[in-house]
């Protein structure tokens, strides 16, 4: 158990830590959760623990403020986006009421949720989709869709290290990594906490259009890598970026693969030449069906 986790379950009340505490019960946990007058819970892959604990809003506010280092002022730009990236490179997602001006957050308080996501490294992570995304030497143009928590940014993570660190057969390449959420690389301080590699440049916390448009003027990189598409501005920048001869890997929330099909926009544009399906399980991650970019199937799990 590393420093960071230790310190956010030294947090919990009595309950919760006592069960972390024991040997191996913490292992493989994936979020902690605390509900204003509701449920608290340690949430696995495969299975909920519930406690006997009800949080109010003071427990979860101070309990925000402490893994923001008693500083919220310095978080004023993420705790409007709804989330917070903190040491170890955990994310801590919250609800409360909105502060809303011409149409846009400005600010949040008086928290009634709080969602403390467990950052793990997998090394590895990719090792069932990365045939799918080498060319050659080179790689495809990639997008990779699931539903929620299903490991799309995981595998990220660990293809940017593998591209950016090279392997056997393979030239490290140049990767520049927009991580508009901060949890790619998950930077603490400027500093990533996470593996993305020894050639990835990481453009954190900024918006995705306008990073786009930063890392191919100032970075020349080969590769450029980024979570969660989810507008047209987005797929302009993205198109701009392969007419510059700039490969670019993607993730999209999608219940299936082939729903992205449906975007006319998105297919119109020719950007990927791969679209990959995965989903997780307590093995680990697997594509269920790859299609080129003319929409051949290549790969369909069965």
Known sequence: MNESVEY?????????????????????????????????EIVFIDKCVCFDFTADMRF????????????????????????????????????GKTHISQGKVISMDHFTSLNIRIARQ???????????????????????TSEPAAGKTTALRDIARRLSDGEEGYEPLKCAIIDERGELACCHEGYPMLNCGKRSDIMDNCPRAEGLKMVIRSMSPQVIITDEINSREDMRELMNACRSGVKVICSMHRGAVEEVFCEEFLIASRVFERYIGIKRNAVGIYPTAVYDGALGEVFKWS
């Open 60 to 95: 979860i506010t101070e309990l925000l403020s402490l893994l923001a280092g008693q500083s919220l002022y310095a978080y004023e730009q993420q705790i409007k986006m709804g989330f917070l990236t903190v040491k170890g490179g955990h994310r801590v997602g919250f609800t």
């Open 8 to 40: 956010i379950i030294g947090l919990l009340p009595r309950p919760m830590k006592e069960y972390c505490l024991a040997e191996r019960n913490f292992e493989g946990a994936e979020e902690i959760r605390f509900r204003c007058g509701g449920q608290s």
């Open 122 to 144: 997998i090394i590895g992570a990719a090792d069932g989709i990365i045939g799918y995304i080498r060319n050659g030497r080179g790689v495809y143009s990639t997008l990779l």
